[in-house]
């Protein structure tokens, strides 16, 4: 048997949870046995492209799925399929989008194909259906979302999940799934002081109290309330900075909002950065305040780095491996927030490595899991 080569579906390669997920599993997976390719729906390349070729991988660029009119890809992807006959196994991280791949995979009689759940989007409520431009932009996308997820079962073959949450969100809680946790190179978030030190003597911080998050600038992660809470932490402890990990589309709109609240100056926006280890070593407490996830990585990231964190209950509690995460509502003010941050400050930071381990999110045991799942579908 030669080498498994396996369809890694996603929208685009970038520095994203879903994605950095599936490149932490790469690095680590033997590619003399399995190897991933990557079918993703953005022409641009993505942040990580070149690793990809570099570890062996091949990118096949596809247009945005159409969920309306769907016919111009599904022909696009028959003609890919029909040249590409080396594939048994399509794995798509598109979510609710996972039929449109699977249903042609399922034409071509590719025998195992996998839908992996990474998201669990809340009810629609009142507050979508405020009548601003973005607020219906986001309320239609999720309409468009709901309806998707009841065709997820009609071409899959086998369900993945970040989590349970996620997983009983999209597939039903009478769907049985495998969950393929969110894991890390534990190895790389160990707390070193002096990395913490050279960090901060770069990005100048001395003797202050450095909230940060990490995430795309989008609607989901919530910028708009996190600039409001570190407004509030200000007003308790002036010598306060936030570190914004990211970017996107509504970038430009947090930059705006932070000069209305009058804390532009404090806020250091670094975009797209490949050093999130490094990085994690110089923050104090790790603010996370989304209106959905499934099981951010993130959070693993933030906690097997030592830090104190106050995210969102819309998060499922199965993140919390080490006892250093307060939920808090997205409805409770700002202020409460601020308190709960604060009075979090300061601490002695610690090692959770063991824990993360304990907890089953080290890369190097949850590859050889997977690694083992895609031979034998093989074999099988």
Partial sequence: MGVIRVLQVFTIMNRGG???????????????????????????EGAFDQEIKELGGKIYTFDPINPLVPGTYYAALRNFFAEHTEYQIVHSHLNTFSPFPLKIAQEFNIPCRIAHAHIAIEKITLSDLVPNKENLKETFKKLVKFQLKNKIHKHTTHYFSCGDKAGKWLFGKDTKFRTMNNAIDTEKFIYNPAVSNAYKTEFGINNTLVLGHVGRFNTQKNHSFLLKIFTEVVKQHANSILILIGDGGLRAKIESEAKSLGVFGKVKILGVRSDIPELLQMLDVFVFPSFYEGLPVTLIEAQAAGLKIVASDTITTEVSLTGDIQFLSINTPEKVWADNIVALHPYTKQSNRDQIVHGDYDIVSNTKKIENFYLQQITN
């Fill in 18 to 44: 879903a994605e950095s997920m599936i490149m932490n599993y790469y690095r680590k997976i033997d590619t003399k046995k399995i190897q991933f390719d990557f079918l993703v729906h953005r022409k641009e």
